[in-house]
C-alpha cells in the first residue's frame, strides 16, 4: 500500500522478495532506507504509480520493475539498477546521491552534486544506462556540474586510447539540439582515482555521440599519457647541451 517504509539497517544485506508497491493516493510515498553499510535488495522490484524515498547513505538495489510509473527520489545513499526500472518512471537523482549498474530506467533528472558511478569491467563489458524517457541535464553548468566515477578492474590498459558510451536516450529534452561530437565535459566533475589507479586516465571528455539505433549517446573519451617519442627526447637533450654550452661562455666571459 501507499507510504509505510521498508529498511535495512541491520548487518549485512537485506533482501526483499516481494514486489515492494506505492499509489499515488493514501499515506504518501514509500520509504526506501539503506543504513551506512548496509545493502537493501528489492529483489522483487518496484510497481505503481507513486513515489519511492531513498534515504540512507547505504546502498538499494533494485531488480526488475517494469511495470513502474511513478517516481523515485534519491535522496541519499547508492542505487543500482538492475533490469528495467519502468519505462515511464523518473528517477531524480539528488544532490549526494550515487547512481550505478546497467539497466534500463525511464526519464531520469540529474542535479548537480550526484554522481553515476560507471564500471569497466573487461574491453567488452562496461555499464551502460538506458534512458527510455528524458535525460535532463538542464539543471547542469560550469559552475553545477554532475560528478561521474570511473571504476575499472585495475588492468585494463588504455593503449592508444578508448571511447565507450556510458548513456543512451531518445530525449535530452532541453538540451535535445545537442550536436554531434560536442564535448560537454564542462558539466562534469571526473573522478578517475578508480581507474587503474587513476595512473594513465588523462585527458578524459563527455563527448555526444550516437548509437547505431538510432539513439544519442554520452561518451567517455579516455586516453593515456604518451610516451616521449625518440625526436622529442633528442631534442629535448639537444635543448640541454646547448643551454649548457651558453652558460660556460657566460662564465667564461666573467674572467
Do not use: C
Request: proline share 1%; net charge negative.
Amino acid at each position: 500500500g501507499a507510504g509505510g517504509s521498508v529498511a535495512a539497517t541491520g548487518t549485512g544485506a537485506q533482501s526483499v522478495g516481494a514486489t515492494v508497491h506505492s499509489a499515488s493516493t493514501g499515506a504518501g510515498a514509500v520509504g526506501l532506507l539503506a543504513s551506512a553499510n548496509q545493502t537493501l535488495n528489492l529483489n522483487g522490484g518496484v510497481s505503481g504509480n507513486g513515489d519511492f524515498n531513498k534515504t540512507g547513505s547505504g546502498t538499494l538495489k533494485v531488480g526488475d520493475s517494469a511495470d513502474f510509473t511513478g517516481t523515485l527520489n534519491v535522496n541519499e545513499g547508492k542505487v543500482l539498477v538492475a533490469g528495467n526500472l519502468g519505462a515511464t518512471s523518473t528517477t531524480v537523482m539528488g544532490s549526494g546521491s550515487l547512481l550505478g549498474g546497467s539497466g534500463t530506467v525511464g526519464s531520469v533528472v540529474w542535479n548537480a552534486g550526484a554522481t553515476y558511478e560507471w564500471q569497466l569491467r573487461s574491453a567488452t563489458d562496461w555499464d551502460l544506462l538506458r534512458v527510455a524517457g528524458t535525460m535532463d541535464l538542464s539543471l547542469l553548468s560550469s559552475g553545477s556540474k554532475f560528478n561521474l566515477s570511473l571504476l575499472s578492474d585495475g588492468s585494463f590498459d588504455l593503449g592508444g586510447g578508448y571511447e565507450w558510451t556510458f548513456l543512451q536516450a531518445s530525449n535530452f529534452g532541453s538540451l535535445s539540439g545537442l550536436t554531434l561530437g560536442a564535448d560537454i565535459t564542462n558539466l562534469f566533475n571526473i573522478s578517475a582515482g578508480g581507474f587503474n589507479g587513476g595512473s594513465d586516465a588523462t585527458g578524459i571528455k563527455v563527448l555526444v555521440g550516437s548509437t547505431a539505433d538510432g539513439f544519442t549517446s554520452l561518451n567517455i573519451q579516455a586516453s593515456s599519457v604518451p610516451e616521449p617519442s625518440a625526436q622529442s627526447l633528442f631534442l629535448l637533450g639537444l635543448g640541454g647541451m646547448l643551454g649548457m654550452r651558453v652558460l660556460r661562455r657566460k662564465e667564461g666571459d666573467k674572467v
